[in-house]
Nanobody
Framework: QVLLVESGGGLVQAGGSLRLSCAASGRTFSTVTMGWFRQAPGKEREFVAHIRRNGGLTNYADSVKGRFTIFRDNAKSTVYLQMNSLKPEDTAVYYC?????????????????WGQGTQVTVSS
């Protein structure tokens, strides 16, 4: 069992920055692959970013590449999503997710555990 708690969401103007955090408990964090997803009103949940267990390999959705950075601090059992140059279309509830198999990438169904989500609103 893995418990995930997101924080750091809020309201920001276009062009601004936010850093989301996701604290994990219940499992040795360094063995868990982590992902960030988002869901806007009326839309399906979509992949944002992914980081492998050791933090050496990251992947991003094309829509956020070059603006968002995912990184992790295994000593703090926390994964972060640094979001820069935010756009109104980034407005969504952001979720972190955990995969214990090491096989997950972009598919939501590949992740076994999910946080409760944190709202990010970008005003124009």
């Amino acid at each position: 069992q893995v418990l995930l708690v997101e924080s750091g969401g809020g309201l920001v103007q276009a062009g601004g920055s936010l850093r989301l955090s996701c604290a994990a408990s219940g499992r040795t964090f360094s063995t868990v692959t982590m992902g960030w997803f988002r869901q806007a009103p009326g839309k399906e949940r979509e992949f944002v970013a992914h980081i492998r267990r050791n933090g050496g390999l990251t992947n991003y959705a094309d829509s956020v590449k070059g603006r968002f950075t995912i990184f992790r601090d295994n000593a703090k059992s926390t994964v972060y999503l640094q979001m820069n140059s935010l756009k109104p279309e980034d407005t969504a509830v952001y979720y972190c997710a955990a995969d214990l198999t090491g096989l997950a990438y972009q598919a939501t169904r590949a992740y076994q555990y999910w946080g409760q989500g944190t709202q990010v609103t970008v005003s124009s």
